[in-house]
T-cell receptor, first 113, second 113 residues
């Protein structure tokens, strides 16, 4: 149990385009999901907390207008990287909270050309 | 804000040797969690420690939570090549930040056969 999926697993896009990443909890409902970003050989940095039915809470330094988060249901949160630039290239990972444990999705590798 | 420091950054061992990674938080934690990330993969939950001075074992892995609930360690006895990966600790400050994890920098473990 406690499976989290992400789609797509990899995406390459041109600079200036927007990319949507989906995070789904497959076998449980998650009121809270989290979005992280991980650069190569670095740790996970929390970007925002996604709460079902309410606005996301963004960490300091994360632009909410650039990284749009929607948590429309108890099993789906989406992260949209708007007007992507090469510096947005990274590994984006979501997690879904079940009890006191976070279960991570497989991640999405974004490359912006 | 809360900071979680993890050392060492890298550890190279011969198969059969022991391995330890240490984690220190700048603030008292509600709980601490440990994750393992294989190369190219996503973090996988290993364990959560909640109580002061708690010690938990999972086969060859021993996890400790300090008395002050500010530090933790992961010890692997007789490493195997399957132990290769990055081990992250993640601190949960609790209170209004409950659920938000602050990750340490991770320790990259390499095991030579």
């Amino acid at each position: 149990g406690a499976v989290v999926s992400q789609h797509p697993s990899r995406v390459i896009c041109k600079s200036g385009t927007s990319v949507k990443i989906e995070c789904r909890s497959l076998d449980f409902q998650a009121t809270t999901m989290f979005w992280y970003r991980q650069f190569p050989k670095q740790s996970l940095m929390l970007m925002a907390t996604s709460n079902e039915g309410s606005k996301a809470t963004y960490e300091q330094g994360v632009e909410k207008d650039k990284f749009l988060i929607n948590h429309a249901s108890l099993t789906l949160s989406t992260l949209t990287v708007t007007s992507a630039h090469p510096e947005d290239s990274s590994f984006y990972i979501c997690s879904a909270e079940r009890g006191e444990t976070q279960y991570f999705g497989p991640g999405t590798r974004l490359l912006v050309l | 804000g809360q900071q979680v420091m993890q050392i060492p950054q890298y550890q190279h061992v011969q198969e059969g040797e022991d391995f330890t990674t240490y984690c220190n938080s700048s603030t008292t934690l509600s709980n601490i969690q440990w994750y393992k990330q294989r190369p190219g993969g996503h973090p996988v939950f290993l364990i959560q420690l909640v109580k002061s001075g708690e010690v938990k074992k999972q086969k060859r892995l021993t996890f400790q939570f300090g008395e002050a609930k500010k530090n933790s360690s992961l010890h692997i006895t007789a490493t195997q090549t399957t132990d290769v990966g990055t081990y992250f600790c993640a601190g949960n400050a609790g209170g209004t930040s409950y659920g938000k994890l602050t990750f340490g920098q991770g320790t990259i473990l390499t095991v030579h056969p």
